[in-house]
């Protein structure tokens, strides 16, 4: 999945809620993060080392993200991938507050802010989705291997 310079405009699933209903669905830190574009301490989120295997889906609209068979430990204290579930997933725009020049990424879906990508992640993409974990939920894989 390649992202970073793209934006799916045209998704027609998009969600469009008012700042109220986000307010009374998420938790003040949900909240924080994904609609104003916050970001949680490093080593605090509950998915940074989080092991199982399942899906990482946006906390507030359920959209599919990440896969557990593309996370893996950046030492950076957030959840990171090295790629997406699926290209329309996920939507990219220039962030450059806090004096830096980033990648933010969003839910396609609902544009929940989720975090940034970088390009200094594993092989096959060499690109690393730096996660808040307050804008994720995950899903076990009920499947047996």
């Not at 307010?23 to 301490?41: A, C, M, N, V, W």
């Not at 030492?75 to 450059?96: C, H, L, V």
Request: with cysteine; glycine share 8%.
């Amino acid at each position: 999945m390649n992202t970073t310079s793209k934006q799916n405009s045209s998704n027609r699933n998009q969600i469009n809620s008012d700042d109220g209903n986000w307010q009374s669905k998420l938790t003040s830190e949900q909240y924080q993060i994904t609609r104003l574009g916050g970001t949680e301490r490093a080593f605090t989120g509950c998915y940074w080392n989080h092991k199982e295997t399942g899906t990482y889906k946006c906390i507030c609209c359920n959209n599919e993200l990440f896969s557990s068979k593309t996370k893996f430990d950046s030492g950076t204290g957030w959840p990171s991938f090295w790629d997406g579930i699926d290209p329309t997933a996920i939507n990219t725009k220039e962030d450059q507050s806090h004096g830096m020049k980033r990648i933010e990424i969003n839910c396609s879906k609902c544009e929940a802010h989720l975090g940034h990508i970088f390009e200094d992640g594993p092989l096959p993409t060499g690109k690393r989705y730096c996660v808040n974990s307050a804008s994720l939920k995950f899903e076990a894989d009920t499947k047996f291997e």
